[in-house]
């Protein structure tokens, strides 16, 4: 039987933002537990994103600029449909054919 693990933080998945987060919390000197259901790490979202990461009010006007966009049939899967979304180099693409 193994001892049961104890820290201060739990922190659920080790990609991007739960090791940014374990590092970040380590200069404090908090004990801190990483875990992840893979074997590896950055194998989850992390391995298909840009690496962008924004704050809470950029992730709000996006989610607003997107929840405007009215996209007119014909667009094919892979069309940009909002390029540069709001400066931030990231384009939208469509996930799906949009035909009728």
């Known amino acids: 039987m193994t001892s049961p693990l104890e820290s201060e933080v739990l922190i659920i998945g080790a990609g991007i933002i739960g090791a940014s987060i374990a590092r970040e919390l380590s200069q404090y000197k908090v004990n801190v537990a990483v875990v992840e259901k893979n ?10 994103s840009h690496g962008f990461v924004y704050s809470k009010n950029k992730l709000k ?18 069309h940009v449909i ?3 979304i709001l400066d931030t180099g990231a384009d939208v693409v469509t996930e799906t054919d949009l035909l009728v």
């Open 39 to 48: 074997p590896d790490c950055f194998t989850g979202q992390t391995k298909s």
């Open 61 to 78: 006007q996006c989610m607003k600029v997107l929840a405007s966009v009215r996209a007119k049939p014909p667009v094919r899967l892979g």
């Open 82 to 84: 909002v390029p540069d």
